[in-house]
């Protein structure tokens, strides 16, 4: 079909499956702590894993599991064996908090080439314990993990199928950037991803605590530079957009030789690294498993994405991602909580036309918008809103 909003064959999918909103830690800074009690204790059903989803998956080419804590929903690691089985061609990623990802995990996540993300939050145990979750040996558990996952992918020659790491910035963590980002590149994480607790951005452009997330951007936007093209890591996503452009310019300034002596350790660790070449490895054996080919881009930023479409660049997720909840509704962003869709209007016969689904009035609506440049349904703080260049 022709109609540029119509998305037919949907063979780039990004599926965004939240598993269950239940999870098995406390974080000071979760943002799901103000959900109703009664969403908090929601997880998917089988009908919706096995049956309502099921036209979905083989025109994946991603499936990324969430919560919540994925690994909290009692189902979790049958229906990663049934994906794995079933649909070996998509990449199933998995995002959590890393207690449950134990050795009855790692042969699954090995085997099958799984995208492991893990919200690590602190470069060590005191850091977890004075600013995420204060419970003894929980980040030494996270941590043994992670560890032992990693010795396996060596021992298969897969280390750059690595996990992925990721901590929330807040006045409390901002001192902790250096050394979380020395610990990615000493324990030879594939990235390492920052989010800024979005509680301390005065909603105004400004942070509400400049003294420490000044720096903290500064810094970040220092080992960006520095990092280039070595080595992943994303951190662009809900700054405060006067933060940004003010300090971006400083560092942009900044003389090169100046930055790599400001962090010679850094620099140093990743001297080897190589994102392009990392990723080209990851793509040979993907290829070789008959996995659908990946780009930099969808590896890096799974939902953060623009495309081409009519000659210009738009953001991708009403194109081909949809995320799905327990309660079976469904929107086409992680980060936007309407519009979405009752899954329920579209059953018959106990399936769901998807392509029906995915093409409903609102979401052309929403293409439209897009591709004449109109976010305004979006969050100030994305990076795509502010980017959205045309071509
Ligand atoms: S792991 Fe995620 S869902 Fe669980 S408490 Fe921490 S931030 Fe919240
Ligand atoms: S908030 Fe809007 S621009 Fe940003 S990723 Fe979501 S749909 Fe795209």
């Given at each position: 079909m022709d109609n540029p909003l119509y998305c037919s064959s949907m063979d780039e999918l990004v599926i965004l499956m939240n598993m269950t909103y239940k999870c098995n830690i406390m974080c000071k800074f979760c943002g799901q702590r103000n959900l109703p009690v009664e969403v908090k204790k929601m997880s998917m059903d089988n009908e919706l894993l096995y049956e309502l989803c099921l036209p979905l998956y083989e025109r994946a080419k991603m499936i990324w599991l969430n919560g919540g804590e994925a690994f909290c929903h009692p189902e979790c690691f049958n229906y990663v064996q049934f994906l794995s089985s079933k649909y070996p061609r998509s990449t199933i990623k998995i995002q959590s908090n890393g207690l449950l990802f134990d050795s009855k995990w790692h042969n699954?996540?090995?085997?099958?080439?799984?995208?492991?993300?893990?919200?690590?939050?602190?470069?060590?145990?005191?850091?977890?314990?004075?600013?995420?979750?204060?419970?003894?040996?929980?980040?030494?558990?996270?941590?043994?993990?992670?560890?032992?996952?990693?010795?396996?992918?060596?021992?298969?020659?897969?280390?750059?199928?690595?996990?992925?790491?990721?901590?929330?910035?807040?006045?409390?963590?901002?001192?902790?950037?250096?050394?979380?980002?020395?610990?990615?590149?000493?324990?030879?994480?594939?990235?390492?991803?920052?989010?800024?607790?979005?509680?301390?951005?005065?909603?105004?452009?400004?942070?509400?605590?400049?003294?420490?997330?000044?720096?903290?951007?500064?810094?970040?936007?220092?080992?960006?530079?520095?990092?280039?093209?070595?080595?992943?890591?994303?951190?662009?996503?809900?700054?405060?957009?006067?933060?940004?452009?003010?300090?971006?310019?400083?560092?942009?300034?900044?003389?090169?030789?100046?930055?790599?002596?400001?962090?010679?350790?850094?620099?140093?660790?990743?001297?080897?690294?190589?994102?392009?070449?990392?990723?080209?490895?990851?793509?040979?054996?993907?290829?070789?498993?008959?996995?659908?080919?990946?780009?930099?881009?969808?590896?890096?930023?799974?939902?953060?994405?623009?495309?081409?479409?009519?000659?210009?660049?738009?953001?991708?997720?009403?194109?081909?991602?949809?995320?799905?909840?327990?309660?079976?509704t469904f929107g086409f962003c992680c980060l936007l909580q309407r519009p979405r869709f009752d899954m329920v209007q579209y059953i018959k016969d106990g399936s769901i036309n998807w392509d029906e689904a995915y093409n409903n009035a609102a979401l052309f609506e929403v293409r439209k918008d897009f591709l004449e440049n109109r976010y305004h349904i979006c969050l100030e703080g994305c990076p795509l809103k502010a980017a959205n260049k045309q071509i």
């Open positions: 699954l996540a090995a085997d099958n080439l799984i995208w492991i993300h893990i919200s690590l939050n602190g470069s060590n145990e005191s850091i977890y314990a004075d600013t995420c979750w204060d419970r003894e040996g929980a980040y030494a558990k996270i941590k043994q993990n992670l560890d032992s996952y990693i010795a396996l992918l060596k021992e298969r020659s897969l280390i750059v199928f690595a996990p992925s790491i990721s901590m929330v910035i807040n006045k409390d963590t901002a001192h902790d950037i250096e050394d979380f980002v020395l610990l990615a590149l000493t324990g030879q994480y594939r990235a390492c991803v920052f989010y800024f607790d979005s509680s301390e951005d005065d909603k105004t452009g400004y942070f509400r605590y400049p003294d420490a997330l000044r720096p903290a951007l500064l810094k970040l936007l220092k080992l960006e530079r520095v990092l280039a093209d070595k080595f992943s890591m994303f951190f662009r996503f809900r700054i405060p957009a006067t933060e940004l452009s003010l300090i971006e310019k400083e560092v942009e300034a900044m003389p090169m030789s100046k930055l790599i002596k400001e962090y010679a350790e850094i620099s140093e660790l990743a001297e080897k690294r190589s994102i392009k070449k990392e990723h080209e490895e990851r793509e040979r054996v993907r290829k070789a498993k008959g996995k659908k080919a990946l780009s930099i881009d969808e590896e890096s930023k799974t939902s953060l994405r623009q495309d081409k479409r009519d000659n210009k660049w738009v953001c991708s997720a009403p194109f081909n991602e949809i995320e799905i909840s327990p309660d079976r």
